[in-house]
């Protein structure tokens, strides 16, 4: 089966800090990766996607960075905010099956 | 459209019961998508529908279950003869084919006593 990790099981921030989620993956054929948001009690939340022909990605506050040789990827939050607190959950999809780590759970302190 | 709806959003039945959850995708999307999430993992694939055509179902946990998307809109999964093992939330995903964005349902919550 395919392997998605994450190195940190919990992360603490202070609030406008950044924050740098990181997780790694074992599937090189890999073509995409997400990067998902989920809050008690709710489905988990797109937040930005990469292909395995770009290494960088930007969004609105949010990059997420893939190393391709090192097959690892991450997530930078910029200037986070309470809200953003939740587990964070990256995803690679191979062949329309997609599999997802174990999550990080980023706690924003005020 | 509100997004993808889950119904029940809570299930508690007796062992050995036999369990169907359903799910109203975005109605635009023909890609549809069931995962099982236990505490503290992430979601699992189990099995994925493109309109009324299930084109993965080698990951559905056993022969217990089984999905159904009849008329290419919602879709049910059916857990047969439930587990204590089967409790978990699970959560149902629907995108469009071309492109692999999934968004999530709330999921629906099942305990097996």
């Known amino acids: 089966g395919e392997s998605v990790g994450l190195h940190l099981p919990t992360l603490s921030v202070q609030e406008g800090d950044n924050s740098i989620i990181n997780c790694a993956y074992s599937?090189?054929?890999?073509?995409?990766f997400i990067w998902y948001k989920q809050e008690s009690g709710k489905g988990p939340q797109f937040i930005i996607d990469?292909?395995?022909?770009?290494d960088k990605r930007q969004g609105q506050r949010v990059t997420v960075l893939l190393n391709k040789t090192v097959k690892h990827l991450s997530l930078q939050i910029a200037a986070t905010q309470p809200g953003d607190s939740a587990v964070y959950f990256c995803?690679?999809?191979?062949?329309?099956?997609?599999?997802f780590g174990s999550g990080t759970k980023l706690n924003v302190k005020p | 459209d509100t997004g993808v709806s889950q119904d029940p959003r809570h299930k508690i039945t007796k062992r050995g019961q036999n369990v169907t959850f359903r799910c109203d995708p975005i109605?635009?999307?023909?890609?549809l998508y069931w995962y099982r999430q236990t505490l503290g993992q992430g979601p699992e694939f189990l099995t994925y529908?493109?309109?009324?055509?299930?084109?993965?179902k080698s990951r559905l946990l056993s022969d217990r279950f089984s999905a159904e998307r009849p008329k290419g809109s919602f879709s049910t999964l059916e857990i047969q003869r439930t587990e204590q093992g089967d409790s978990a939330m699970y959560l149902c995903?629907?995108?469009?084919?071309?492109?692999?964005?999934?968004?999530f349902g709330p999921g629906t919550r099942l305990t097996v006593t």
């Open positions: 529908f493109q309109n009324e055509a299930q084109l993965e």
């Open positions: 990469i292909r395995s022909n770009m």
């Open positions: 599937n090189s054929a890999s073509d995409y």
């Open positions: 109605s635009e999307h023909n890609r």
């Open positions: 995803a690679q999809a191979d062949f329309n099956k997609f599999y």
């Open positions: 995903a629907s995108s469009l084919a071309a492109v692999y964005e999934q968004y």
